[in-house]
Protein backbone atom coordinates (compact mmCIF):
# COMPACT_ATOMS: atom_id res chain seq x y z
CA UNK A 1 0.00 0.00 0.00
CA UNK A 2 2.16 3.09 -1.40
CA UNK A 3 0.23 5.49 1.52
CA UNK A 4 1.06 3.35 4.02
CA UNK A 5 5.03 3.62 2.77
CA UNK A 6 5.10 7.45 2.42
CA UNK A 7 3.62 7.40 6.36
CA UNK A 8 6.22 4.74 7.42
CA UNK A 9 8.84 6.88 5.89
CA UNK A 10 7.99 9.71 7.59
CA UNK A 11 7.07 8.41 10.87
CA UNK A 12 11.39 6.58 10.49
CA UNK A 13 12.61 10.52 9.77
CA UNK A 14 10.46 11.88 12.57
CA UNK A 15 11.85 9.43 15.52
CA UNK A 16 15.27 9.05 13.94
CA UNK A 17 15.66 12.99 14.23
CA UNK A 18 13.82 13.03 17.84
CA UNK A 19 16.23 10.38 19.43
CA UNK A 20 19.21 12.45 17.39
CA UNK A 21 18.03 15.24 19.05
CA UNK A 22 18.20 13.55 22.84
CA UNK A 23 22.24 14.26 22.22
CA UNK A 24 21.22 18.08 23.66
CA UNK A 25 18.73 17.50 26.10
CA UNK A 26 19.28 15.57 28.20
CA UNK A 27 22.56 14.33 27.58
CA UNK A 28 23.92 18.24 27.50
CA UNK A 29 21.52 19.69 29.92
CA UNK A 30 20.00 18.56 32.91
CA UNK A 31 18.51 18.83 36.18
CA UNK A 32 20.13 17.42 39.21
CA UNK A 33 17.32 15.19 39.68
CA UNK A 34 17.85 13.26 35.91
CA UNK A 35 21.85 13.78 36.26
CA UNK A 36 22.03 11.76 39.74
CA UNK A 37 18.83 9.44 38.38
CA UNK A 38 17.69 6.68 41.02
CA UNK A 39 16.13 3.96 38.99
CA UNK A 40 16.10 2.20 42.52
CA UNK A 41 13.61 5.16 44.14
CA UNK A 42 13.34 7.46 40.76
CA UNK A 43 12.51 11.21 41.48
CA UNK A 44 11.43 13.31 38.81
CA UNK A 45 12.58 16.91 37.25
CA UNK A 46 10.06 19.57 36.52
CA UNK A 47 11.17 19.90 32.82
CA UNK A 48 9.71 17.65 30.43
CA UNK A 49 8.83 20.26 28.29
CA UNK A 50 12.81 20.63 27.75
CA UNK A 51 13.86 17.53 27.91
CA UNK A 52 10.86 15.37 25.23
CA UNK A 53 8.76 18.47 24.04
CA UNK A 54 11.68 20.42 23.00
CA UNK A 55 13.66 17.50 21.62
CA UNK A 56 9.89 16.29 19.50
CA UNK A 57 10.00 20.39 18.03
CA UNK A 58 13.36 20.01 16.97
CA UNK A 59 12.79 16.99 15.49
CA UNK A 60 9.74 18.48 13.28
CA UNK A 61 11.60 22.04 13.03
CA UNK A 62 14.84 20.93 11.49
CA UNK A 63 12.70 19.37 8.40
CA UNK A 64 11.06 22.27 7.70
CA UNK A 65 14.16 24.41 7.78
CA UNK A 66 15.62 22.21 5.57
CA UNK A 67 13.21 21.67 3.47
CA UNK A 68 12.81 17.87 3.99
CA UNK A 69 9.10 18.75 4.45
CA UNK A 70 6.24 21.45 3.62
CA UNK A 71 5.45 23.98 5.42
CA UNK A 72 1.76 23.26 5.08
CA UNK A 73 3.01 19.65 6.52
CA UNK A 74 4.86 20.91 9.40
CA UNK A 75 1.73 23.51 10.13
CA UNK A 76 -0.22 20.24 10.03
CA UNK A 77 1.72 18.45 12.57
CA UNK A 78 1.71 21.23 15.04
CA UNK A 79 -2.38 21.55 14.72
CA UNK A 80 -2.62 17.88 15.45
CA UNK A 81 -0.53 18.31 18.44
CA UNK A 82 -2.84 21.40 19.30
CA UNK A 83 -5.93 18.52 18.99
CA UNK A 84 -4.15 16.00 20.83
CA UNK A 85 -3.02 18.13 23.80
CA UNK A 86 -6.89 19.57 23.66
CA UNK A 87 -9.09 16.71 23.57
CA UNK A 88 -6.79 13.95 25.27
CA UNK A 89 -4.88 15.74 28.32
CA UNK A 90 -5.60 18.33 30.89
CA UNK A 91 -5.08 21.41 28.96
CA UNK A 92 -4.11 24.03 32.09
CA UNK A 93 -2.70 21.73 34.33
CA UNK A 94 0.81 22.98 35.14
CA UNK A 95 3.43 21.42 32.87
CA UNK A 96 6.17 21.51 35.74
CA UNK A 97 3.74 20.12 38.10
CA UNK A 98 2.62 17.34 35.60
CA UNK A 99 6.22 16.45 35.04
CA UNK A 100 7.58 16.11 38.45
CA UNK A 101 4.02 13.77 39.12
CA UNK A 102 4.52 12.19 35.81
CA UNK A 103 5.38 8.57 37.41
CA UNK A 104 2.19 8.48 39.79
CA UNK A 105 -0.34 10.99 40.06
CA UNK A 106 0.25 12.54 36.37
CA UNK A 107 1.25 9.40 34.85
CA UNK A 108 -1.84 9.09 32.56
CA UNK A 109 -0.55 12.90 31.21
CA UNK A 110 3.04 12.04 30.52
CA UNK A 111 2.14 11.64 26.54
CA UNK A 112 1.25 15.29 26.64
CA UNK A 113 5.10 16.02 26.56
CA UNK A 114 4.67 15.16 22.40
CA UNK A 115 1.96 17.38 22.23
CA UNK A 116 1.62 20.08 24.02
CA UNK A 117 5.40 19.94 24.83
CA UNK A 118 6.53 20.50 21.39
CA UNK A 119 3.54 23.34 21.33
CA UNK A 120 5.73 24.99 24.21
CA UNK A 121 8.85 24.62 22.29
CA UNK A 122 7.38 26.27 18.95
CA UNK A 123 6.00 28.95 20.92
CA UNK A 124 8.87 29.82 22.28
CA UNK A 125 10.89 29.49 19.32
CA UNK A 126 8.45 31.91 17.75
CA UNK A 127 8.78 34.33 20.64
CA UNK A 128 12.61 34.06 20.44
CA UNK A 129 12.40 34.76 16.82
CA UNK A 130 10.45 37.98 17.17
CA UNK A 131 12.35 39.56 19.72
CA UNK A 132 15.43 39.12 17.96
CA UNK A 133 14.17 40.11 14.55
CA UNK A 134 15.17 36.37 13.43
CA UNK A 135 18.32 36.33 14.68
CA UNK A 136 17.93 34.00 18.01
CA UNK A 137 15.65 30.65 18.23
CA UNK A 138 15.69 27.67 20.46
CA UNK A 139 18.46 26.49 18.50
CA UNK A 140 20.34 29.39 19.23
CA UNK A 141 18.66 28.81 22.86
CA UNK A 142 20.06 25.74 23.23
CA UNK A 143 23.17 25.94 22.41
CA UNK A 144 23.73 28.93 25.01
CA UNK A 145 22.49 26.01 27.88
CA UNK A 146 24.90 23.43 26.45
CA UNK A 147 28.08 25.73 26.63
CA UNK A 148 26.39 27.31 30.80
CA UNK A 149 25.92 23.40 31.70
CA UNK A 150 27.14 20.44 29.46
CA UNK A 151 27.21 16.93 30.45
CA UNK A 152 28.76 17.07 33.25
CA UNK A 153 26.96 19.98 35.13
CA UNK A 154 23.55 19.74 36.09
CA UNK A 155 20.57 22.79 36.96
CA UNK A 156 18.76 23.08 39.71
CA UNK A 157 15.18 22.76 38.75
CA UNK A 158 13.82 26.13 40.59
CA UNK A 159 16.58 27.97 38.67
CA UNK A 160 16.02 27.15 34.91
CA UNK A 161 13.38 29.83 33.80
CA UNK A 162 15.66 32.62 35.71
CA UNK A 163 19.19 31.64 33.70
CA UNK A 164 16.79 30.95 30.73
CA UNK A 165 15.50 34.86 31.18
CA UNK A 166 18.86 36.07 32.17
CA UNK A 167 20.18 34.58 28.29
CA UNK A 168 17.00 36.00 26.70
CA UNK A 169 14.22 38.84 27.55
CA UNK A 170 12.09 39.37 30.24
CA UNK A 171 9.04 38.59 28.64
CA UNK A 172 10.59 35.03 27.71
CA UNK A 173 10.36 34.51 31.55
CA UNK A 174 6.61 35.95 32.01
CA UNK A 175 5.85 32.93 29.20
CA UNK A 176 7.89 30.45 31.54
CA UNK A 177 5.90 31.51 34.40
CA UNK A 178 2.29 32.15 33.13
CA UNK A 179 2.34 28.82 30.39
CA UNK A 180 4.47 26.50 31.61
CA UNK A 181 4.77 26.35 35.25
CA UNK A 182 1.13 28.26 35.87
CA UNK A 183 -1.76 27.03 34.36
CA UNK A 184 -2.94 29.53 31.45
CA UNK A 185 -3.23 28.01 27.74
CA UNK A 186 -0.62 28.59 25.50
CA UNK A 187 -1.39 32.19 23.73
CA UNK A 188 -1.69 30.84 20.17
CA UNK A 189 -3.51 33.70 18.30
CA UNK A 190 -0.76 35.80 20.10
CA UNK A 191 2.32 34.14 19.11
CA UNK A 192 0.73 32.88 15.71
CA UNK A 193 0.90 36.81 14.84
CA UNK A 194 3.78 37.26 15.57
CA UNK A 195 4.81 34.98 12.15
CA UNK A 196 2.07 36.67 10.06
CA UNK A 197 -0.69 34.27 10.43
CA UNK A 198 -4.36 34.48 11.39
CA UNK A 199 -5.21 31.94 14.16
CA UNK A 200 -8.83 30.82 14.90
CA UNK A 201 -9.91 28.04 17.44
CA UNK A 202 -12.78 27.09 15.29
CA UNK A 203 -13.72 27.86 11.47
CA UNK A 204 -16.78 27.17 9.99
CA UNK A 205 -17.10 26.49 6.08
CA UNK A 206 -19.68 24.39 3.80
CA UNK A 207 -17.81 22.51 1.49
CA UNK A 208 -17.98 19.83 -0.75
CA UNK A 209 -17.19 16.34 0.82
CA UNK A 210 -16.62 12.20 -0.42
CA UNK A 211 -19.01 11.94 2.38
CA UNK A 212 -16.73 11.15 5.27
CA UNK A 213 -16.10 7.59 5.40
CA UNK A 214 -13.02 5.76 6.51
CA UNK A 215 -11.45 4.78 3.34
CA UNK A 216 -8.79 1.35 3.47
CA UNK A 217 -7.41 -0.99 1.52
CA UNK A 218 -7.85 -4.41 0.46
CA UNK A 219 -4.39 -6.23 -1.18
CA UNK A 220 -6.63 -9.48 -1.90
CA UNK A 221 -9.19 -7.81 -4.22
CA UNK A 222 -6.88 -4.54 -5.15
CA UNK A 223 -9.59 -2.38 -4.48
CA UNK A 224 -9.91 0.80 -2.09
CA UNK A 225 -12.54 0.03 0.51
CA UNK A 226 -15.11 1.78 2.97
CA UNK A 227 -13.58 0.72 6.47
CA UNK A 228 -16.17 3.14 8.30
CA UNK A 229 -19.55 4.97 8.37
CA UNK A 230 -20.26 6.43 11.65
CA UNK A 231 -18.74 10.13 10.78
CA UNK A 232 -20.64 9.67 7.52
CA UNK A 233 -22.12 13.28 6.87
CA UNK A 234 -25.47 14.16 5.44
CA UNK A 235 -24.18 13.52 1.39
CA UNK A 236 -22.26 10.18 2.57
CA UNK A 237 -25.66 9.20 4.23
CA UNK A 238 -27.91 9.95 0.49
CA UNK A 239 -25.11 8.05 -1.35
CA UNK A 240 -25.86 5.13 1.07
CA UNK A 241 -22.60 3.69 2.25
CA UNK A 242 -21.92 0.70 3.89
CA UNK A 243 -18.90 -0.27 5.59
CA UNK A 244 -17.00 -2.76 3.40
CA UNK A 245 -18.13 -1.46 0.26
CA UNK A 246 -14.91 -1.58 -2.49
CA UNK A 247 -14.87 1.15 -5.05
CA UNK A 248 -15.08 -0.30 -9.07
CA UNK A 249 -15.89 3.25 -10.32
CA UNK A 250 -15.74 6.63 -9.17
CA UNK A 251 -17.92 9.04 -11.18
CA UNK A 252 -17.30 6.69 -14.54
CA UNK A 253 -13.64 6.57 -13.78
CA UNK A 254 -12.50 2.91 -12.61
CA UNK A 255 -10.99 3.82 -9.56
CA UNK A 256 -7.47 2.16 -8.15
CA UNK A 257 -5.12 2.69 -5.64
CA UNK A 258 -2.48 4.35 -7.94
CA UNK A 259 -5.31 7.27 -9.40
CA UNK A 260 -7.71 7.33 -6.30
CA UNK A 261 -5.98 10.87 -5.40
CA UNK A 262 -6.23 12.48 -8.79
CA UNK A 263 -9.84 11.37 -9.09
CA UNK A 264 -10.85 12.47 -5.67
CA UNK A 265 -8.86 15.86 -5.97
CA UNK A 266 -10.15 16.46 -9.05
CA UNK A 267 -14.03 15.22 -7.98
CA UNK A 268 -13.58 18.16 -4.67
CA UNK A 269 -11.90 21.12 -7.22
CA UNK A 270 -14.92 20.67 -9.63
CA UNK A 271 -17.94 18.92 -8.12
CA UNK A 272 -20.55 21.47 -8.70
CA UNK A 273 -23.30 21.57 -5.88
CA UNK A 274 -26.91 19.06 -6.84
CA UNK A 275 -24.91 17.68 -9.87
CA UNK A 276 -25.02 13.98 -9.43
CA UNK A 277 -22.29 11.45 -8.29
CA UNK A 278 -22.49 8.07 -9.20
CA UNK A 279 -20.16 5.16 -8.07
CA UNK A 280 -20.06 1.49 -8.60
CA UNK A 281 -19.01 -0.57 -5.27
CA UNK A 282 -18.78 -4.26 -5.14
CA UNK A 283 -20.42 -5.24 -1.92
CA UNK A 284 -21.17 -8.61 -0.03
CA UNK A 285 -23.81 -9.76 1.63
CA UNK A 286 -24.07 -12.30 4.67
CA UNK A 287 -22.79 -15.71 2.97
CA UNK A 288 -19.86 -13.27 1.30
CA UNK A 289 -21.40 -13.09 -2.29
CA UNK A 290 -20.21 -10.26 -4.10
CA UNK A 291 -23.01 -8.18 -6.39
CA UNK A 292 -22.10 -4.89 -8.18
CA UNK A 293 -24.64 -2.31 -6.62
CA UNK A 294 -24.95 1.44 -8.32
CA UNK A 295 -24.92 4.19 -5.59
CA UNK A 296 -25.53 7.63 -6.24
CA UNK A 297 -27.16 10.95 -5.21
CA UNK A 298 -26.71 14.62 -5.95
CA UNK A 299 -24.12 16.51 -4.70
CA UNK A 300 -24.51 18.66 -1.30
CA UNK A 301 -22.21 20.91 0.81
CA UNK A 302 -21.44 19.93 4.25
CA UNK A 303 -20.77 22.20 6.83
CA UNK A 304 -17.49 21.45 8.29
CA UNK A 305 -15.74 23.34 11.68
CA UNK A 306 -12.12 23.11 11.14
CA UNK A 307 -10.04 24.18 14.98
CA UNK A 308 -6.87 25.56 15.29
CA UNK A 309 -7.45 27.39 12.04
CA UNK A 310 -4.90 29.06 10.58
CA UNK A 311 -4.42 31.32 7.30
CA UNK A 312 -1.86 33.89 6.21
CA UNK A 313 -2.56 37.17 7.26
CA UNK A 314 -2.06 39.16 3.87
CA UNK A 315 -1.30 42.73 6.60
CA UNK A 316 1.87 40.88 8.20
CA UNK A 317 3.89 43.87 9.25
CA UNK A 318 7.35 43.59 8.11
CA UNK A 319 9.00 42.09 11.61
CA UNK A 320 6.11 39.65 11.68
CA UNK A 321 7.05 38.84 7.71
CA UNK A 322 11.50 38.44 8.89
CA UNK A 323 10.49 36.10 11.99
CA UNK A 324 7.98 33.48 9.91
CA UNK A 325 11.14 33.27 7.23
CA UNK A 326 13.17 32.70 10.25
CA UNK A 327 11.13 30.19 11.98
CA UNK A 328 10.45 28.17 8.40
CA UNK A 329 13.65 28.50 6.91
CA UNK A 330 12.32 30.36 3.97
CA UNK A 331 14.71 33.62 4.14
CA UNK A 332 17.49 31.54 1.83
CA UNK A 333 15.42 30.00 -0.68
Same mark, same amino acid.
Given at each position: ????? $? ?16 ? #??? *? ?21 ? *? ?12 ? #???? $? ?5 ? =? ?25 ? %? ?9 ? #? ?9 CLDILLRYNSNGRYGTQDLMADLSRS ?14 ? /??? =? ?7 ? !??? %? ?5 ? *? ?44 ? !? ?23 ? *? &? ?8 ? =? ?22 ? =???? &?????? &? ?18 ? /?????? !? ?5
Open positions: FEADS $LDLEQVLKDVSAHEFFHI #VTP *LNIHSEEIGNFDFNQPVMSEHLW *LYEGMTEYAAHHVQ #VKEG $LITVDQF =LQTMQDKMLNAQDYYNDTLPFTRMSKG %CLDKYKTQYNN #VYEKGALIGMYGKETAFRDDELFSK /ITS =LTYPSIGEF !LNK %CVSGNEK *LPFADVFKKVGFNYLEKKQSEEITLGDFDLGYNPVSERLVVEGTFN !LNEFGKKMHYKDGDEFVTFNGEKLT *L &SNAREVFENF =LANAKENALLTVEVMRRNKKGKES =LKKL &SAKVKK &SKLIYRNHLEVNQEASVKEI /ITRNSW !LGLSGR
